[in-house]
């Protein structure tokens, strides 16, 4: 983030690096569906493959935890549950705000997931006055003159902003000055915060752009086998090659964002 710290140091209090912090989650979903199925034990090598990790880094992670599973048995899947949500502080509520609620806040406040991994929307707020009582997911939309007060009548130390980009960096300001702690940004910007108060940004662009990098290496990977091996490529595969012209020349293959 561009000033101040918008993570955590690398390693907790309780020493575990934040990499498998990140990656407890991952776990939890897994072992969360295992037990759905009524699945008492699993594997360190299922449990990995079901996580989208290897068995030897999922191990060193659980070895945090101080559990380390039964040699020809694996883990309990209820017992990691629990761990893992403890580890997270999932076993109790947390109260959250949601700033901003266009489109985005409003697909985000009709999740269903949040109740059930521990965390309760206590208001949703917005800046137009004509969403003020408005009823999404349930809830009356509250404007956000009354942000500082909602935020201490309901002991809220996480907040949600889905701003548009130009608003965020206010509402940020007014989330940390109201003690606000923590905050899952949506808003397509770089907040600046104070020490003590932790930002996680959701970019929905920016994964596309990866995903499209990775889909141009492949389409590149496929035309590889196109080239001859004195490294020409074969007249008729350069003439079958659709011609990209822009305004200014030929187009790049990635344009700058």
């Known amino acids: 983030m561009a000033t101040g710290r918008t993570h955590r140091p690398a390693t907790r209090s309780r ?3 934040e990499a498998t912090v990140a990656r407890l989650p991952l776990y939890l979903r897994a072992l969360t569906g295992l037990s759905e199925r009524s699945v008492p034990t699993v594997s360190s090598e ?8 290897n068995s030897a880094k999922l191990r060193k992670d659980f070895s945090y935890l101080g559990s380390y599973g039964t040699r020809g048995v694996g883990y309990d899947v209820e017992y990691l549950v629990y ?5 997270l502080g999932l076993t109790q509520d947390w109260p959250i705000v949601m700033v901003g609620i266009g489109n985005l806040g409003a697909a985000l406040a009709n999740y269903g997931g949040f109740a059930s991994r521990g965390f309760r929307v206590a208001a949703l707020i917005d800046a137009d006055p004509a969403m003020t009582g408005k009823s999404v997911a349930g809830m009356a939309v509250q404007h956000a003159d009354d942000l500082e007060k909602i935020i201490d009548d309901n002991g809220v ?3 949600v902003i889905a701003t548009p980009a130009g608003a965020a960096q206010q509402v940020c300001d007014r989330l940390v000055a109201a003690g606000v702690t923590s905050i899952l940004n949506f808003a397509p910007t770089v907040l ?10 959701v970019d929905l662009s ?17 035309q590889d086998d196109t080239v001859d ?7 008729a595969a350069a003439a079958t090659k659709p011609a990209r012209k822009g305004p200014d020349g030929d187009v790049p293959a990635v344009m700058p964002a």
């Open 15 to 17: 020493g575990i690096p």
């Open 46 to 53: 299922e449990l990995a493959a079901a996580a989208g990790v």
């Open 83 to 87: 761990q893992i949500s403890r580890e």
């Open 157 to 159: 130390s996480i907040g």
């Open 192 to 201: 600046s915060v104070p020490d003590g108060v932790d930002v996680r940004k």
């Open 206 to 222: 920016i994964e596309l752009q990866i995903l499209a990098f990775h889909e141009q290496r492949k389409a590149g990977e496929g």
């Open 229 to 235: 091996e004195a490294g020409a490529e074969p007249p």
